[in-house]
T-cell receptor, first 112, second 115 residues
Framework: TQLLEQSPQFLSIQEGENLTVYCNSS?????LQWYRQEPGEGPVLLVT?????EVKKLKRLTFQFGDARKDSSLHITAAQPGDTGLYLC????????????FGKGTKLTVNP | GAVVSQHPSWVICKSGTSVKIECRSL??????MFWYRQFPKQSLMLMAT?????????EQGVEKDKFLINHASLTLSTLTVTSAHPEDSSFYIC???????????FGPGTRLTVL
């Protein structure tokens, strides 16, 4: 069974601070996605990374896929209260499976 | 865009009744749809994968006779929770993929409360 370990589980920071969320596994994934979920809503896709070593930027968010495609990170620069939410990483297994394996999520709170 | 809707957004029912939840891809044809369940403060757990016109594939531990999935068209999948019990109360979320893409687009979820 493929598992994705996400850390930290909870993170509370002040507006303007930087933060990094990690997603690690012993398994190789063909792709990895990051989502943000608000309470009572479905996850919203932020980014999909496919290539080992790939770096994608979305405004103040930087996503990196590990060279071996076993891990990923999400870095937020100058966090704002609007970044508050549950961040989920999800990996798609190799071998053509369409299923996603989700990490347990990181609950981020950015205080004004 | 890739918009997925769910209906209803929330439902309260009595124990023993059945509840149907719809998942629609509004602006694309979905090659595959997925059904997840999410308990409070927990991550998403995949329940089943469905393709149009074929039987759903259920994850281990998910009762297929209790959670009936019908994928009638390329834009609609339904999940019916039969003989619901309080322990079935949860947040049910569907997702869909298109054109064999790796990306899953999620619906807004349905909050089910069984009294």
């Amino acid at each position: 069974t493929q598992l994705l370990e996400q850390s930290p589980q909870f993170l509370s920071i002040q507006e303007g601070e930087n933060l990094t969320v990690y997603c690690n596994s012993s398994s190789v994934f063909s792709s990895l996605q990051w989502y943000r979920q608000e309470p009572g809503e479905g996850p919203v896709l932020l980014v999909t990374v496919v290539t080992g070593g790939e770096v994608k930027k979305l405004k103040r968010l930087t996503f990196q896929f590990g060279d071996a495609r076993k891990d990923s990170s999400l870095h937020i620069t100058a966090a704002q209260p609007g970044d508050t939410g549950l961040y989920l990483c999800a990996g798609r297994a190799q071998g053509g499976s369409e299923k996603l394996v989700f990490g347990k999520g990181t609950k981020l709170t950015v205080n004004p | 865009g890739a918009v997925v809707s769910q209906h209803p957004s929330w439902v309260i029912c009595k124990s023993g009744t059945s509840v149907k939840i719809e998942c629609r891809s509004l602006d694309f044809q979905a090659t595959t749809m997925f059904w997840y369940r999410q308990f409070p403060k927990q991550s998403l757990m995949l329940m089943a994968t469905s393709n149009e016109g074929s039987k759903a594939t259920y994850e281990q531990g998910v009762e297929k006779d209790k959670f009936l999935i019908n994928h009638a068209s390329l834009t609609l999948s339904t999940l019916t929770v039969t003989s619901a019990h309080p322990e079935d109360s949860s947040f049910y979320i569907c997702s869909a993929t298109r054109d064999s893409s790796v990306t899953q687009y999620f619906g807004p979820g349905t909050r089910l409360t069984v009294l």
